[in-house]
């Protein structure tokens, strides 16, 4: 765990957080946040889309009730919420009940785009009674002014307003109980590998409206081999359902609570089965797999960062049966070999377009063998 210092109108507070965590991203958003209210708000408080505990110790150098909630999105945030989070509660979304909270505060998480920022308002809204409210933070050069013009008719009015260098804050009144429903493509369907499917989709996912050409590499480059096979950070459920065969036994896991439940549907609306759980990285207690799918990120929030890949690699490493093979795909960000070459001692380049590289990683290196 990481800290960092966050310099606030009353003092400087310290935040832990794991690396691959983009909460210093918005930390601006919540300076404005302390600067700019003039009273304390209503307990219980909340933040939906909370990357680490930063709300929670800001709000505590402020007095502020200590009486809140932080919603992660996914198992790191989760750890990093929980190691400042101090009397605040950390639990997932499904837990938090309509009308638990009096004030919440959505920080626009602009990297998951427009529908992902939109998702994460809606869930706050939720959460509020009516005259609850609801703070909006974001960055003026990252859509926070064409976000908030949609939210009036999901949330309702704008009560207030603050300006911040380059940020801004608009305080919404909850008046609307009952929301349109968002547009969005939940459902899509279309050929993966060959395969008609059923996709279904989420605002907050990668590639959330697509399948991303990488991806569609992978699919159309499987291992034809049977057994167990893990699709390790498995989004959508693309990989996984691309994968199925009936001499195969299927794993997915992610550490993003809305991938895993929306894989499990994806399965579903195929027909299909598979163990799909919430992991951040391999699967623990479980027999070696004979192989893994793997399409690694390479962001941390807006930033490239190639830190959460070369766990996810090491990971794979580490739950792969000795004859077994990890079919991973590249983007050319990434770079195979600092994320394959010290893991692995047969790597074999199997496909490539759009710039993207599908690699055949045999012969997992034992920590003492492993390649520099
Ligand atoms: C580039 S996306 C690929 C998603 C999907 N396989 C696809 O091809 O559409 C990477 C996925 O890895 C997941 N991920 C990132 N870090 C992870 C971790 N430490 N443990 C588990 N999943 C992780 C992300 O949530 C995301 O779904």
Redesign the pocket.
Known sequence: MAWRRLRLPGGSVAIPSRA?QPGGELDQELRLLMRALDRQPEAPLLEVAAWDAGLAVAADAAGWPDDGMLIPL???ASESCRAGAGAWTVLPLDDLLPAEASFAVVRAPHWLGRAGAEWVVRAAARALPTGGLLALLGDRARGIESLRRRLSPIVGPIIDRAVGEHRRLYLFEKQVDDPPPQQFAWTSTLRIAGREVTLRQHPT???PAR??P??AL?AENLPQRDGRWL??????G??TVAAARQDRTLTA????YA?VETTGRTLKANGLEADVRL???APTGEQPFDVI??????HVGSRVDHG?AA??IQ?ARSCLAPDGELRVVLTSAQSPRDLLQPNFREITPVASAHGAQVFSCRQPATNRGRRR
Do not use: E, H, I, Q
């Open positions: 691959d996914n198992l790191g996912l990668f590639s399948v991303d990488a991806t992978l699709d390790l950070g498995c989004g959508s693309a990989l896991v992610d550490w993003s991938a992991a951040d990285g799918l793997c399409y690694p990120p390479f959460p766990r996810l990971a």
